[in-house]
């Protein structure tokens, strides 16, 4: 079954880092790129960044510059998002997401299921 | 960055009727890196709509988009109970990738 699964849900002070894991499986692992996108409650949706699960290069948005560490372990068809410095508006529901191929132009095709990281003192 | 802005903010209809979504955005964007998607509560979004106009796999062909430059719509011909969610437009051609800020389509 195609799909990406995603670590479970983190409850952080603020300061403190993250990590949320993505496991690819149903497909080739290093054929695409990993997005990530977090959706604050209630909110819409803020793209944070990719890596390239082949070659391990990342690009993040300039919000998140300095605070985002994306990487993978092919041998294990996983991907990671390592978020520091955490504050209370940080608080919500990431996505991993697949960067589709030609057969959906390059849009988000695939997404995991999401994983709540709730910053709180 | 560009900025998508979504109007409506709600759309209230009935199941059958005919539902439009629009996404302007603050730069032209290239047709083939814009795109939709649907969320429902509780769900992780999905991919309805790419480049401008192709329905992604396994999307009813209720769906249709158009536009181009920075003018783009999302059109749903006969509502069903199961299309009342919140719909996202987004560019990718231009980083940072951008989404709208979504419109909830509701049962009227």
């Known amino acids: 079954q195609v799909q990406l699964v995603q670590s479970g849900a983190e409850v952080k002070k603020p300061g403190a880092s993250v990590s949320v894991s993505c496991r690819a499986s149903?497909?080739?692992?290093?054929?695409?790129?990993i997005h990530w996108v977090r959706q604050a409650p209630g909110q819409g949706l803020e793209w944070m960044g990719w890596?390239?699960?082949?070659?391990?290069?990342?690009s993040s948005a300039p919000k998140f510059k300095g605070r985002v560490t994306m990487t993978r372990d092919t041998s294990i068809s996983t991907a990671f998002m390592e978020l520091s410095g955490l504050r209370s508006d940080d608080t919500a529901l990431y996505y991993c997401?697949?960067?589709?191929?030609?057969?959906?132009?390059?849009?988000?095709?695939?997404w995991g299921q999401g994983t709540m990281v709730t910053v709180s003192s | 960055e560009i900025v998508l802005t979504q109007s409506p903010g709600t759309l209230s209809l009935s199941p059958g009727e005919r539902a439009m979504f629009s996404c302007r955005t603050s730069?032209?964007?290239?047709?083939?890196?814009l795109a939709w998607y649907q969320q429902k509560p509780g769900q992780a979004p999905r991919l309805l709509i790419y480049?401008?106009?192709s329905r992604a796999t396994g999307i009813p062909d209720r769906f249709s988009g158009s536009g181009s430059g920075t003018d783009f719509t999302l059109t749903i011909s006969r509502l069903e109970p199961e299309d009342f969610a919140v719909y996202y437009c987004?560019?990718?051609?231009?980083?940072?990738?951008?989404f709208g800020q979504g419109t909830k389509l509701e049962i009227k």
């Open positions: 997401v697949r960067e589709g191929d030609t057969s959906s132009g390059g849009a988000f095709d695939l």
């Open positions: 480049g401008v106009s």
């Open positions: 987004q560019q990718f051609g231009t980083t940072p990738w951008t």
């Open positions: 149903g497909y080739g692992f290093t054929d695409y790129l």
């Open positions: 730069q032209s964007v290239k047709s083939q890196y």
């Open positions: 890596i390239s699960l082949k070659s391990g290069g990342a």
